[in-house]
């Protein structure tokens, strides 16, 4: 396609988007696909499945071994990392907990769909009925002949040995729940008849119900996989409009946020009391809890556009985090609807507590951290590690009666030519936030002098927390980096060269339909791009240039 | 009854008594004293690492003289107690062969994996104590454990590849579950019953085993390196039930602990020094009991976050920015970190050698090879970046000396101690780091 066809194929796609018709052919530039994955599953999306599968009263308790972040995501680290003896362990813990809870007396009746002939013998019949069934929607596909003939010798010899059929079927299902077909989603390539490589029916499935609800696909889509429904343009997307209106997409537009601003760290996130005695694990909670309303009711609920997440003044409270922002919040227990006034402070989800806590030191807010991670987290731009041999006095020093302010010391800081080179595209942008402490809780001064909270990014300059939410509204950097995060995130790996193009078309067309995340995640769903398999000939491992980005957070404390 | 033999052998020789009567002890041992007479086994001999960040400070812990009968320098006053089972190793080299330097993170990852890494996170090859762990720890219910003091899952340097890392235990409680629940089996129990639960659990992974060779032709060179990986893991779970369906050899040592409380966990230091010490007395049970033969521990994580409660600035922005006393020729808040960390060294030691086992201590029976990731951390430099071992490795090892390296890399420290555990190499490390030189003053 001409550079003018595709011109006039996003119009008219995106006229057609706005009459309302959302369906679309146009499938974009040709993308050369990346590589099918084999992803562990994350805590989230193995609690996820177990409840689908087995009712939420089934509980899942065990510790889970942390995840690899990489290119920004834990999603893309779930490509690389595998299972050392000491977390097969643990799943082989959760695994036997949740097996024998599922046969248990107030269980099997409810979750075994068959009774066997006697509770002291095998009944293989039985016993195949309930592990294919529970088979096809732990492996995500039907298990092989094979397979189920070696589940149910298990399940057998261990009702003889054991002298009950439960049990028996017990051990079976513990092996299932620790088996690779279940805690690895592995995807597998088939030719697509052009000449290339694409997901075959039930990966397509997986990718899409983990990209868009975080959990393993439900019967019905299954049942698409089964019948080959996936492949057609129409069915793929009468089973993407299906889940979109789902209210079941909340929670996977919740997963990618938390992946994607680094959540996982809240829960570990260590604050000094004796500076920030209103700090708790449970302010952290709920201050994850505020953002992640937040962008849920502007992108999903009220369709928002997505640049206003910076901008917006509207949020959810609770009374706790009401004490930090300062302002009365009704509801003794819940959560509360709240919009700071115009001129506030407090504008995008930067000021939020989630943001401003996670990116500070434990006993000192951080303009150097805050401007590491809107480069990183929110603008996709990678900033370089520390060099050796840095002097970090003066920066440090918040006693010091010459420097009083963060600015100041860090104007001092900056001085180093060592430093100079990367803090000067990192600490003006923190600095503009600098009215909000280590906990992100408002103040108009530091040590008794006020605070200059002017900012700097690239060749804006702005003030305050309003000011830098502006610039990320108006910074094409911003938008092409959700874009590429949200495509990391659901195909588990970073765009290659491949699909550069591709990538460039999605943004394109994002702007096009005003920022609307709920239009990008269709346009990647339904795309054949989404499922192309690029040939197998690439080595795989952590990504040098950007394996760095979240662990080297830790190394850069100044 | 609990009895210090060492004590009472001290006792015999230096009071001269004429008569004292040697406890049951012996009936355990060989004519030797160093092999249980109940199986004619040898004791076991164990490996462990211990790791704090953020270095010592240069000038005040590098002993003067070398070999041994060294001279105790400022920073090691609390270990002048173990220092002939104590050699410190001093001015070996980290070299970054071009690669650059990751603060507190190239360091570690040289002396153990003998690379620098090419990244933060992105090591060249596996440390070595897995490379122990493979030779030391098949026979062991686990074939190694991490804690951590820091709270933190991730704070572990002990990694098979970047992707498999084993993650540290942080909570003395789930430590305990994990050694002394329901699946130990107490060796000095009178009565062993196989458990039949355990029988079909051993025998139903099977149906895993099967699925390897189809699994393994679906997928691509890398993931089939990281599904080998996963069964890998699968074989060390069925001889951990393997070991749970044999009666255990009789351990004269192994007592079982009692149970483990919840406790707070994180970076404060009043919090890191108790749940250090209750880790490792957990972990001095296991080895006693025969858990696990290696270990690694790590006191403070690299690019140390250790602090005081109600303190702004970690031991780490200590390190940078304190001012040095002109006198001591030191930082003096960086340095209480560095002598708590130097203390919870002593207190490792201390646990270890409280364990009496044949005719020595778990101490004398192990190898235990404490070190930093940097020797200045004010500037992240590689140069001299403190190591030293602790114990006797059962006999293979020549203790208590100051060796001097004079800028050799650290890989010489690396190959040697996996040549005294019986690693089946002859040289080791990459680039300028490869070497063949070990160090024979220290092997026995």
């Not at chain 1, 299902?173 to 490589?197: K, N, T, V």
């Not at chain 1, 708790?280 to 928002?304: I, N, S, Y």
Request: aromatic share 6%; hydrophobic share 40%.
């Amino acid at each position: 396609m001409t550079m003018v066809g595709r011109t006039l194929a996003l119009l008219a796609c995106t006229g057609l988007a706005l009459i309302g018709l959302s369906s679309c052919g146009d499938d974009g530039p040709a993308s050369s696909g990346g590589p099918a994955t084999v992803r562990r599953l994350t805590q989230e999306q193995y609690t996820a499945i177990i409840a689908d599968i087995f009712g939420a009263d089934i509980k899942v308790q065990g510790r889970f071994d942390p995840d690899v972040r990489e290119n920004g995501l834990l999603a893309v680290g779930t490509s690389h990392v595998s299972v050392t003896p000491s977390s097969l362990e643990q799943y082989d813990g959760l695994a036997r907990s949740i097996a024998a809870q599922v046969v248990d007396e107030h269980h099997r009746d409810q979750l075994v769909g068959c009774k066997p002939a006697s509770v002291s013998q095998p009944d293989d019949n039985c016993a195949a009925q309930f592990l294919g069934e529970v088979g096809l929607q732990l492996y995500r596909r039907p298990m092989k002949p094979e397979e189920l003939k070696s589940q149910v010798a298990v399940a057998s010899d261990a009702t003889k040995t054991l002298g009950n059929f439960y049990a028996g079927l017990e051990t079976s299902l513990a092996i299932m729940l620790e088996s690779p077909r279940f805690l690895f989603r592995e995807e597998i390539a088939e030719p697509d008849g052009a000449g290339h490589l694409k997901l075959d029916g039930y990966s397509k499935a997986t990718r899409l119900s983990f990209f868009l609800w975080n959990t393993s696909p439900d019967d019905e889509l299954l049942k698409a996989a089964e019948k080959g429904d996936l492949d057609s343009e129409r069915g793929l997307a009468r089973q993407v409009d299906r889940m979109l209106a789902s209210p079941r997409v909340e929670a996977g537009v919740r997963a990618f946020f938390s992946d994607m601003l680094g959540f996982d760290q809240l829960p570990g996130l260590a604050k000094d009391p004796e500076v920030y005695p209103k700090f708790t694990p449970v302010v952290m909670v709920d201050a994850q809890e505020q953002t992640l309303r937040t962008l849920v009711d502007h992108l999903l609920v009220q369709k928002g556009d997505y640049r206003d997440i910076f901008t917006t003044r509207k949020t959810f409270l609770t009374r706790l985090l009401g004490s930090i922002y300062r302002v009365p919040v009704q509801s003794p227990t819940g959560w509360q609807p709240f919009e700071f006034p115009p001129g506030d402070p407090h504008a995008g989800i930067v000021a939020e507590v989630s943001f401003l806590a996670l990116h500070s030191h434990p006993g000192r807010s951080s303009s150097t951290l805050r401007g590491k991670a809107v480069r990183e987290i929110l603008l996709c731009q990678q900033v370089p590690t520390p060099p050796a041999n840095v002097n970090f006095a003066i920066v440090q020093d918040t006693k010091n009666t010459t420097y009083r302010t963060a600015r100041e010391r860090l104007t001092a800081h900056r001085t180093e030519p060592t430093c100079a080179g990367c803090h000067k595209i990192i600490d003006p942008i923190g600095l503009s936030l600098e009215n909000f402490d280590g906990l992100g809780a408002y103040r108009t001064a530091e040590n008794g002098a006020p605070i200059d909270p002017a900012g700097e990014l690239d060749a804006a300059h702005f003030e305050g927390a309003a000011g830098l939410g502006q610039t990320l509204h108006d910074d094409p950097a911003a938008t092409a980096c959700l874009v590429n995060r949200v495509y990391a995130y659901g195909s588990g790996h970073a765009p290659s060269k491949g699909e550069a193009d591709w990538i460039k078309y999605l943004q394109g067309r994002f702007a096009a339909e005003g920022y609307r995340l709920p239009d990008l995640l269709r346009t990647i769903a339904t795309s054949k791009a989404f499922y192309k398999v690029s040939e197998p000939a690439r080595t795989e491992g952590p990504n040098q240039a950007d394996a760095t980005s979240r662990a080297s957070a830790k190394e850069d404390r100044s | 009854m609990r009895f210090n033999r060492r004590a009472a052998l001290r006792g015999l020789l230096g009071g001269g008594a004429v008569s004292v009567a040697l406890p049951f002890l012996d009936c355990f041992l060989d004519a030797n004293g160093t092999a249980l007479a109940a199986t004619g086994q040898p004791l076991p001999v164990r490996f462990g690492t211990w790791f704090w960040g953020c270095g010592l400070t240069p000038g005040r812990w590098i002993p003067q003289k070398t070999g041994p009968g060294y001279d105790i320098p400022p920073e090691l006053k609390p270990l002048a107690a173990f220092r002939d089972r104590l050699t410190i190793f001093s001015g070996f080299k980290a070299n970054t062969d071009g690669k650059g330097a990751v603060p507190h993170y190239t360091g570690n990852m040289a002396i153990l994996t003998g690379s620098a890494p090419k990244g933060q996170g992105l090591v060249d090859g596996p440390t070595f104590d897995t490379a122990v762990a493979d030779t030391i720890g098949q026979r062991s219910r686990f074939r190694s454990l991490e804690i951590t003091a820091t709270g933190n899952p991730r704070d572990s340097n002990s990694k098979r590849s970047s992707a498999v890392i084993n993650a540290a235990e942080p909570s003395p409680l789930a430590f305990y579950q994990r050694l002394f629940g329901p699946d130990f089996k107490d060796p000095n129990a009178a009565d062993f019953k196989p458990d039949p639960k355990v029988m079909v659990r051993k025998s139903a992974l099977s149906a895993i085993k099967d699925q390897r060779d189809a699994l393994l032709k679906e997928v691509g060179a890398a993931d089939r390196v990281r599904l080998d990986e996963y069964f890998t893991s699968i074989r060390q779970l069925e001889q951990q039930l393997e070991i749970q369906l044999q009666k255990p050899a009789p351990l004269e040592a192994c007592k079982v602990p009692s149970a483990a409380k919840d406790t707070k966990v994180g970076t404060e230091i009043d919090d890191v020094i108790s749940n250090h010490k209750l880790l490792v007395d957990l972990m001095a049970h296991a080895l006693a009991c025969d858990q696990t033969r290696v270990f690694n521990v790590v006191f403070a994580d690299a690019g140390s976050s250790l602090r005081k409660a109600g303190s702004t600035v970690t031991h780490h922005q200590l390190t940078h920015e304190e001012p040095i006393d002109e006198k001591t020729g030191c930082q003096p808040q960086a340095t209480f970190f560095v002598e708590r960390i130097v203390d919870g060294l002593q207190t490792m030691l201390t646990t270890m050698d409280s364990v009496k086992e044949g005719d020595g201590t778990l101490l004398d029976h192990m190898m235990l090879f404490a070190f930093s990731e940097c020797s200045y951390a004010k500037i992240h430099s590689l140069e001299t970046i403190p190591m030293m071992v602790a114990g006797r490795a059962g006999g293979k090892l020549k203790a208590g000396q100051h060796i001097a390296g004079n800028g050799d890399p650290v890989t010489r420290v690396g190959l040697t101690l996996q040549q005294a555990m019986g690693v089946p190499i002859s040289n080791w490390g990459a680039g300028s780091m490869q070497t063949s030189k070990n160090i024979p003053e220290v092997l026995a």
